[in-house]
Structure formats: structure tokens, C-alpha cells
């Protein structure tokens, strides 16, 4: 998913960090410079009231830390709430464009099988599925379920896990498996980890940018066939 703006992606300088995937989201403030990472400012978002705040608290942060403008942001871009997973890219897809800036992209899972050093990670998806990051599976990144988790084969050595829900249904899936305790990613996780993908240009395309959702929205899933038929 590069794009034209590769060529003069800014390996230093300052660079915004969003994550609004989980019930707490976060965004950060960082100075690249010489390939040494200075956090400037960091914040912590209620997922339930992204819709009326996040703008907000991003003119905030960048006010805190006395910026006018980043020169790219990192975006957690999915899975994870539906709602939190299309606030955060629609807000980062508007802001990159007012602000003629480039946008690196990567996955929540991705993140949290990096932190934990390991190759796999799984997050709680409700309905009794997990959000799954196994590399050695064709797919990479599933939504999985108890039947789907029996299927996979080989599973991995240790999964990266960072709440209770996601840990239940591994252990009863997977009692073999051991599963490594993280902390949930945050927007400073994703800046860390994309020191690389800043320096090397690896940006995204913001017209054909969308949100790496695993699942389809409530609405796909259950809509109303006879509002349908009226449509």
C-alpha cells in the first residue's frame, strides 16, 4: 500500500501517533532525529467518546508540545472496535490531507506480537472470538472462533494475549500453547516500531486507505433483510 509520497517520506521530525481500536485509545507526539526517539507528549482517549473528542485532543497534544503540524502520522489502523477502528482512520485520512503529510499504517496485532517478541497474538473480539495474528497460517491476521483456533495447524509455541477474554477462550482452544502477557499497544508502541517503515518511505496510499476491520460492522451482520428489500 505505498504511494508517490514515499520518495519524500521525513525519516526526522515530528510524527503523530493514533491508536482508537480498544475502549482506550491513545495518541502521542515524537521527535525522530538521527534515529534516536524523543517522546514529546502522550494522551490517553476514552474509546466510548472518540466520535466528540478526538480532533479535540489532538489539536491538544500538538498545542502541549508547542507543534503547528507533524510531519506524517503512524496509525493503528485495526482490528478492533468497528466504530473506534473507522473514527481513527477517517480523522487520519482528513488530517493528512489538510496537512500534506504522510500516513504509516499497521496492524494492533502486528504490534502486540512484536512487543512480546513472539509471532502470534490474539485479542478479545467478543461473541467468543479472538482477533488472531498466527504467522505461520496462510492468513496471517483472522477473526477466529473455537472452530476456526482447532483448525490451525501448526499452532504457534506462544501467543501474545493482553486481556482476560482472549487468554479464556486460548487456554480452553489451545491448552498447549503458552500465551505471554502484554500490556495493550499504544500510540507510542506504533511510533517506536515504525522507525523503519518512516525511514524506508513505506507510506500509505490516503485516497484508497481504509481500516484493517477483520469483521464487518453490526450493521452487515444483522441488518434488517425487509429494510433491505425496501431500500
Given amino acids: 500500500m505505498e504511494s508517490s509520497q514515499a520518495a519524500s517520506t521525513p525519516a526526522n521530525g515530528i510524527w503523530l501517533g493514533l491508536d482508537t481500536c480498544g475502549i482506550l485509545g491513545s495518541i502521542a507526539l515524537c521527535r525522530w532525529r538521527q534515529g534516536e526517539f524523543d517522546l514529546l507528549a502522550q494522551t490517553e482517549l476514552d474509546g466510548r467518546s472518540l466520535s466528540s473528542t478526538l480532533v479535540g485532543a489532538i489539536a491538544e497534544l ?70 488472531l495474528r498466527v504467522a505461520q497460517s496462510e492468513r496471517m491476521e483472522m477473526l477466529a472462533g473455537a472452530e476456526e483456533l482447532a483448525a490451525i495447524e501448526p499452532k504457534p509455541d506462544r501467543v501474545a494475549v493482553c486481556d482476560d477474554k482472549a487468554v479464556a477462550l486460548l487456554q480452553a482452544c489451545w491448552p498447549s500453547v503458552a500465551l505471554v502477557r502484554i500490556e495493550p499497544v499504544t500510540a507510542t508502541d506504533a511510533l517506536t516500531f515504525c522507525r523503519d517503515r518512516i525511514a524506508s518511505g513505506e507510506v500509505a496510499d490516503i485516497a484508497s486507505l481504509d481500516g484493517h476491520y477483520l469483521r464487518r460492522s453490526d450493521a452487515e451482520i444483522f441488518g434488517n433483510p425487509v429494510g433491505k428489500q425496501q431500500a
Fill in 62 to 131: 500538538l498545542n502541549r508540545a508547542s507543534v503547528k503540524k507533524p510531519d506524517g502520522i503512524v496509525v493503528i489502523y485495526g482490528p478492533g472496535s468497528f466504530t473506534g477502528v473507522r473514527l481513527g482512520v477517517a480523522a487520519v485520512k482528513g488530517l493528512a490531507e489538510a496537512w500534506m503529510v504522510p500516513v504509516v499504517v499497521v496492524s494492533g496485532l502486528e504490534l502486540m506480537a512484536a512487543k512480546a517478541g513472539v509471532s502470534a497474538a490474539a485479542q478479545d473480539a467478543h461473541r467468543q472470538e479472538v482477533f
